[in-house]
């Protein structure tokens, strides 16, 4: 069972940086699709950006701009780094993760995600 767990929210001044992780376990394999997506409360899941297995990232509008997404293939972990971070930057931010490569779902969603982290709560106070 793949297990995602981030970390590395908090609550920042506006202006400020803040880095997400997202540690994945309960695999052999490198996992062929991954992404970041944020939520507001109440609302849908907005993808962020996406990595798939050989490394290709593509940024959602939601993510264009001011985010940073890597993947460490060793240390099974996919960050987000967040600059210049907003007040409208206050979101739940949330790791995902599919067995499917990224191409196969296009446009990709959440709803294309099987996988997902608890979430980890991002402030920005102005």
């Known amino acids: 069972q793949v297990q995602l767990v981030e970390s590395g929210g908090g609550s920042v001044e506006a202006g400020g940086t803040l880095r997400l992780s997202c540690v994945s376990s309960g695999y052999n394999y490198s996992l062929p699709c991954m992404a970041w997506f944020r939520r507001a409360s109440g609302k849908e899941r907005d993808l962020i950006a996406s990595v798939g297995s050989d490394g290709r990232i593509t940024f959602a509008d939601a993510g264009k701009g001011r985010f940073t997404i890597s993947k460490d293939g060793a240390k099974n972990t996919l960050s987000l780094q967040l600059t210049t971070l907003k007040p409208e930057d206050i979101d739940m931010y949330y790791c995902?993760?599919?067995?499917?490569?990224?191409?196969?779902?296009?446009?990709?969603?959440?709803?294309?995600?099987?996988?997902w982290g608890q979430g980890t709560q991002v402030t920005v106070s102005s």
């Open positions: 995902a993760a599919k067995w499917s490569p990224c191409w196969s779902t296009l446009p990709l969603s959440a709803s294309n995600f099987r996988y």
